[in-house]
Nanobody, 118 residues
Framework: VQLQASGGGLVQAGGSLRLSCVAS????????VGWYRQAPGKQRDLVAT???????KYGDPVKGRFTASRDNAKNTLYLQMNSLKPDDTAVYYC?????????????WGQGTLVTVSS
């Protein structure tokens, strides 16, 4: 399984970014997917997850500002980030969990850096 994340960059506080993550090597529609982030010197934290049925869960710091979505036809996971704050600065990782072959297991993308300036 390969996960290719993109869309990170530098943005001013209050701005928006959209991250994308394209998956290959698995049946994307049958996987749970999500986004996590890791700021310098901190642990990796949940941002959002989406199940195979489309149910979403968000970490408390991003509720109401971030929206995760998936396009199974494009094997792609998205994260729309609005009202960005300097505390959102982190490397964002996409995550995929498959309980069946091909690609059974937990997989991570390479990460994309989001920097929010004040």
């Amino acid at each position: 399984v390969q996960l290719q994340a993109s869309g990170g960059g530098l943005v001013q506080a209050g701005g928006s970014l959209r991250l994308s993550c394209v998956a290959s090597g698995t049946i994307f529609s049958l996987t749970d997917v999500g986004w996590y982030r890791q700021a310098p010197g901190k642990q990796r934290d949940l941002v959002a997850t989406i199940t195979t049925s489309g149910s979403t869960k968000y970490g408390d710091p991003v509720k109401g500002r971030f929206t995760a979505s998936r396009d199974n036809a494009k094997n792609t996971l998205y994260l729309q980030m609005n009202s960005l704050k300097p505390d959102d600065t982190a490397v964002y990782y996409c995550n995929l969990i498959s309980t069946r072959w091909p690609g059974r297991g937990v997989h991570w993308g390479q990460g994309t850096l989001v920097t929010v300036s004040s």
